[in-house]
């Protein structure tokens, strides 16, 4: 699936306990075109095979994914810091209805779509719009999740007809080389191909003119990728960041709820660009709702029910935030930092009620859930609106019906109610945000927007010698355009009336040459 030499840049000991991990080859940067040209020549006779046959070339990584189920949770133990449980849930089983989702539905997904035609206007003409695959994809994917993540894309990117170079982070090649192997036999040769490496290998990429690049990380390196693929015309699909809230109204279920925030907030350590990473409760229940949460949050523990955090760059994210929240005047009320150089940050919850700290602003990406009290519902969601992500938000009430109205109010691309942050599992539904979180899309028949392009293929049946709108332009043509406009609108009720007239008369005299 591509093999590369280089220097060996990855990190050699798991987060979790400090055990070497399996040495991984870095793929050169001189190596990057000659992967995309091979995809390339590869792409054409892929995407020329039947749809059905793609389909059932690829139905069985789901059996290979569920058989592989341990070794990939223990994998994903020791190189992310992940516990056993959430590998499995997280990255394992939602993949399997991942494939069968795209594998069964691909067809018709892609199938052509009609598009209607006046036949009075446009006589003896039938169009379609089909779905074209986009050619050679650039896959560029994080650490956080490395085997649903880039699942996601591969699947249908796959499936639609494009070959795929795929790069994993370089914080979880072994878990990049894993998700390639899935694939090991059943492919032909070039269709996906691994390129392992840091940015200087996703660079290359770019500059090896792959047709879409599809990347999933920081909105800084987001950033960076969109300049690159600008200068090139390379279209881009970024799904970056997030700063999620929970809005907690007074009418919700408090046992419900509580659980529910702590689960967002601390599932893979807030390793996710859907934690929670703001709560927004209503006072009257504040103080109900902050003790019990409270309580949840002592109970986990950490590298046990939570994950270590995976990296130390990020743990030093982690404890800025919290230290200039406390110096804001923010009272931890569970957990805290962890000593210096663990990377077991234990569940946090901080009550503040200043809004410009970086706690509450910037993406933490780590165990820390602020606490934040308002009003009511509509100061909730302009707090939660003020923020430059737009990924999700949930919604905690009883009322179904307020909550629809406020769900309306949010620039989220997600909205849940009662619930938070797993619908990116749900291989239907679309996952997408505005703002800094992106304009990618992940999952449903949306995803495919990106991942192909639209080709319109007009027929035309009509054995005139000549459309009305061809040469020569004569006075008769002048008097059906004109007459036109006042029959479609262009005048009242009576002027409709006469331009009927004058069409009746001038188009006979048109259509004979005139």
């Not at 040495?23 to 590869?42: G, P």
């Not at 996952?431 to 028949?445: A, F, M, Q």
């Amino acid at each position: 699936m591509g093999a590369g030499s280089g220097e060996a840049i990855f990190p050699m000991v798991s987060p979790l306990d400090g055990s070497p991990l399996a040495e991984v080859e870095a793929t050169s940067t001189r190596e990057v075109a000659a992967l995309v040209a091979k995809a390339r020549e590869a792409q054409s006779s892929w995407a020329a095979k039947p749809i059905r046959e793609r389909a059932e070339r690829i139905a069985p990584v789901k059996k290979r994914l569920l058989q592989r189920a341990e070794e990939i949770a223990e994998l994903l133990r020791l190189e992310c810091g992940k516990p056993i449980e959430e590998a499995v849930l997280a990255e394992v089983l939602p993949n399997a209805d991942l494939v069968d989702y795209w594998t069964s539905s691909i067809e018709e997904l892609l199938d052509d779509a009609p598009i209607e035609l006046d036949p009075l206007s446009y006589p003896g003409k039938a169009g379609r719009v089909r779905r074209d695959p986009r050619g050679v994809v650039g896959l560029i994917t994080p650490w956080n999740y490395p085997v649903a993540i880039p699942l996601r894309t591969l699947l249908p990117a796959l499936l639609s007809g494009n070959t795929v170079v795929f790069k994993p982070s370089e914080i979880t090649p072994r878990a990049g080389q894993l998700v390639a192997s899935l694939f090991d036999g059943l492919l032909p040769s070039g269709v996906l191909q691994l390129a392992q490496g840091g940015g200087d290998v996703g660079a290359a990429l770019i500059e090896a003119g792959v047709d879409l690049v599809v990347f999933t990380g920081s909105v800084a390196t987001g950033r960076k990728i969109a300049v690159a693929c600008a200068e090139k015309l390379i279209p881009t699909s970024l799904e970056l960041g997030g700063k999620d809230a929970a809005i907690v109204l007074a009418d919700c279920n408090l046992e419900r709820t509580a659980r529910g925030v702590v689960w967002g907030a601390f599932t893979n350590a807030g390793q996710n660009c859907a934690s929670v990473e703001r709560v927004y409760v209503e006072r009257s229940i504040a103080d109900s709702f902050t003790e019990r949460v409270t309580a949840l949050a002592r109970e986990l523990r950490p590298a046990v029910d939570t994950a270590v955090l995976t990296t130390e760059r990020q743990c030093t994210i982690v404890r800025k935030h919290l230290s200039e929240a406390t110096a804001a005047g923010a009272e931890i009320l569970a957990g805290g930092p962890p000593e210096e150089g663990s990377l077991h940050f234990p569940p946090t919850v901080v009550r503040l009620d200043r809004e410009d700290t970086p706690l509450l602003q910037e993406e933490t990406f780590g165990p820390i859930l602020p606490i934040v009290v308002v009003e009511n519902a509509d100061d909730a969601v302009e707090r939660a609106n003020a923020t430059r992500f737009g990924l999700t938000t949930s919604i905690w009430t009883r009322r179904y019906d307020r909550a629809q109205a406020l769900a309306r109010k949010l620039r989220s691309g997600v909205v849940t109610i009662n619930n938070h942050g797993f619908t990116a599992a749900l291989p239907a539904a679309p996952w997408t945000g505005s703002g800094e979180s992106g304009h990618g899309v992940t999952n449903g028949i949306h995803a495919l927007s990106d991942l192909t392009r639209p080709r319109f293929i007009l027929e035309d049946r009509n054995g005139a010698k000549a459309e009305l709108w061809w040469y020569p332009y004569t006075p008769a043509l002048r008097k059906v355009a004109f007459a036109l406009t006042r029959v479609r609108g262009g005048v009242g009720f009576f002027g409709r009336i006469s331009a009927v007239f004058q069409l009746l008369a001038a188009l006979p005299k048109r259509l004979m040459g005139g």
